[in-house]
């Protein structure tokens, strides 16, 4: 970089992390000039333009932060990043259609990318039009997606036993929870009194312990993750890729581990396609499925969830009675007041929610309810209705439905403590559909508001309808558009009712299930014991029908060779054995000597490039030893260099030319012949090739060691051999079948 350059972008980055500190400190109007100065001054840095242009985005200034991501699209036409931006800024101006056409346009331009895909998901549950196949359908290629990321399929990691050999005390059920919303987020807020309760790994008398561990990967720390610090044992894990949280999580040895966060800004569910734990779960932080299918279960209850949603999810459903979270207020939030009708003299509703939830449905059957309760108004608060162009269409939307634009109220981001006191200008809160309040629901009734909703099919429609339920007021849900408008009329020609929900709510949420803690974390950890139980139970029962491969010298079980996909399936188990402890095998032994494998216990034995490393008179010890560990009606898949398609490039004089690429580096037929050159040099003689095949001299060697049908295939691309020897006498049209799945085309 060259010096004006970096003195340019040191200037702007200053000058940023003011606008920052100002929006923070809620001075927008001085938020607004400085970042206009960054504009003005920087008109032809896209990076810098970018970085303007999220600040404002974030802060709900949407057209103003338009402009400058449409300015880096003409300053750099092929940045996707503009697209990106725009695309989120559709999806919080509640314009949908908009935001899908931009985020399939930059998943065909970059399908690899995490945050575009995630962002797509997550579009989806704001899109009404958007139905719940399609939703699945969208999540699963996902999951295909993150697997084959991961590396391809990964087996399920072996559950550990809990009892301990000497005292029989069950061992404590290690439990881990992956986030990015460890602060004052809607989860972190939701999941704070959670950690804390949870049972002490040392356990009372009759107690089931659990050891906790939190994997925080946000860039926030409050009092928040000071709290759920100081509760579990805390991982800072925002610098470490995938593979290196994996490991974290693997050396933890984590029995459960949760995912809280979907496809929401921030996640590390990437992570879980690696499969680092034996049992992992879904819960909380996210409203749909995640379309992976290594997640064992996604904690609902019957009122998100009732009969039929299993439809919309890959994972299987576990509901928790009562309801999937727990809610507790925050510690400055101010006294309910009384309902403000009883001073204006007319109904005021509202809506705190996320403008990206608001629809022409919503507008419509809002519009509906202010029609039949004269001189009512509606007041909007979110960030984004800081943008006047925002604004304009939503009084205009109103407008179009006969209603008078002065009765709608919209107001920008304020201070929490700040949100929770205009709660005092509300006599009634709307829900919008299908997506609806979360926090924002459970505060309105905390601040003595009663909630109108709306739930649909889809588990985030149903968010409040659960709260109303558990709070024993499931009236307050419509189950169509009339009923919703009904229902909000009643109410808002109820004065005494109004009144008595008013001084009544806080009461009626703390007697119910939904601010029970203790009993709610009770009832969580007794869901994931019975589910590593049960899961356990069912690996023994499938590992006793499974049928046993066996990998022979495979390397590290995670960076190392995969078995041929036709062994991917719960059919088959895999065992690997290997010389080098430093592996992790299973079996620690060689070709020569497999007298760790029980004579006559395998099914089938898997050999990908190994054979070639024994010397010529070995080989038949190899293939006896082979052929002792098979069951009778067992087979081997062997893979070696195919000799014959390599002479062939050394007679035409290609000894030492590249002859394909492979993540080492360019391969040479001399390497094929006598070993990777480069390894060798490096010490790694065990890399070195002693003997060498053809298809019939393979073939031979097998005959020769007792094995009784063979089917063998040269692969000329690959420049290797694949043969299939059965140790007893197979049909041909078996063995060709078998040939047809092992062997590759």
Known sequence: MNAPLELSMRQWQSSLMLAQSQAQSAHFPDMLATCQQIITAHSGDANALLDVGTLLLNFGYLARSRECFERVQRLAPHDLRALLNLANLARDGGDHATAQRMYEALQVAQPNNPVIRRNALVSEEYNPAVTDAQRLANACAWGDWAIAQAGGLQVRPPLRSRTGTSTGALRPLRIGYVSADLCQHTVGLFVKDVLQDHESPTGGVGADPVAVFAYSSGQVSDWVSDAIRAACTWREVSGLDDAALAALIRQDQIDVLIDLSGHTAGSRLTVFAHRPAPVQVAWLGYFATTGLRYLDAVLLDEWHAPDGTQAQFAEPIVRLHGVRLCYQPVPWAPAVAPPPCLQTGHITFGCFNNTAKLNAGVFDVWSQVLAAVPRSRLVLKWRSLADETLCDSIRAAFADKGIDPSRIELRSASFHVDVLKEYADIDIALDPFPFTGGLTSCEALWM??????????????RQTFAFLSAISLPELAAKDADAYVRIAQSL???????????????????????????????????????????????????????????????????????LPLAFQTPEWKEIRIDIDPGNEPDILGSMLDMSAVETGSVDAIYSAH?????????????????????????????????????????????????????????????????????????????????????????????????????????????????????????????????????LPL
């Open 448 to 461: 003595g508001v009663p909630v109108v909703t709306w739930p649909h099919s889809r588990v985030v429609s």
């Open 492 to 562: 808002a020609t109820d004065r005494t009712r109004l009144e008595s929900l008013r001084s009544g709510l806080r009461s009626r949420m703390q007697a119910s299930p939904l601010m029970d803690v203790q009993g709610f974390t009770r009832q969580l950890e007794t869901t994931l014991h019975q589910l590593y139980a049960e899961i356990a139970q069912k690996e023994i029962k499938t590992a006793m029908s499974q049928k046993i491969i066996l990998h022979v010298g495979p390397g590290h079980r995670h960076s190392g060779a995969k």
């Open 610 to 742: 190994n054979i070639e490393h024994v010397y010529a008179h070995e080989v038949p010890v190899v293939l006896g030893e082979f052929l002792r560990v098979l069951k009778p009606d067992g087979f081997a898949v062997i893979t070696c260099p195919d000799l014959q398609t390599v002479c062939a490039l050394v007679a035409e004089d290609k000894l030492t030319d590249a002859a394909y690429q492979s993540p080492a580096g360019a391969i040479t037929p001399l390497d094929i012949l006598y070993g990777h050159g480069a390894a060798v040099a490096a010490g790694h003689h065990y890399m070195a090739h002693k003997t060498g095949f053809t298809e019939k001299s393979l073939t031979q060697s097998l005959q020769a060691a007792g094995f009784q049908s063979i089917a063998g295939k040269r692969r000329l691309r690959g420049l290797d051999l694949w043969l299939l020897a059965a140790k007893g006498p197979m049909p041909e049209a078996v063995m060709r079948e078998l040939a047809g799945k092992l």
